[in-house]
């Protein structure tokens, strides 16, 4: 793997659950990594779906990374330097070379 290809900050956040003033369960993200990685649109798979009167674009974004162990897709994605884009990790990681590093698929929803 090209270090130098890996020019954004992203930060990978897991789903956690903690608790509200008043005890009450909520729903919250944890940031399990912090980096470097290259992301790329894919403009070739953007799709448009319309639910309930409201067009909703999925974009796609390819991030490679160096190799980190239990990503999941049930995490998401922040680009750092790119206005701060929330990205949800829609493919499990592929593994590149051994263990050198990760590839997945990301996508934006937008309105």
Do not use: H
């Not at 992203?10 to 912090?34: H, M």
């Not at 239990?70 to 990790?89: F, Y």
């Amino acid at each position: 793997m090209d270090i130098g290809s890996l020019d954004r900050q992203i930060l990978i956040e897991a789903p956690t659950q903690s608790q509200d003033e008043y005890g009450s369960a909520i729903n919250t993200w944890s940031t399990f990594f912090r980096g470097s990685a290259s992301a790329l649109d894919v403009l070739a798979g953007s799709r448009e779906a319309t639910n309930q009167d409201i067009r909703l674009t999925n974009r796609p974004v390819k991030i490679r990374m160096r190799y980190v162990p239990d990503i999941t897709v049930n995490m998401r994605v922040t680009l750092l330097d790119r206005g701060n884009r929330v990205l949800q990790i829609v493919t499990p990681p592929a593994e590149l070379g051994r263990k050198e590093g990760l590839e997945f698929i990301c996508e934006e929803y937008s309105a």
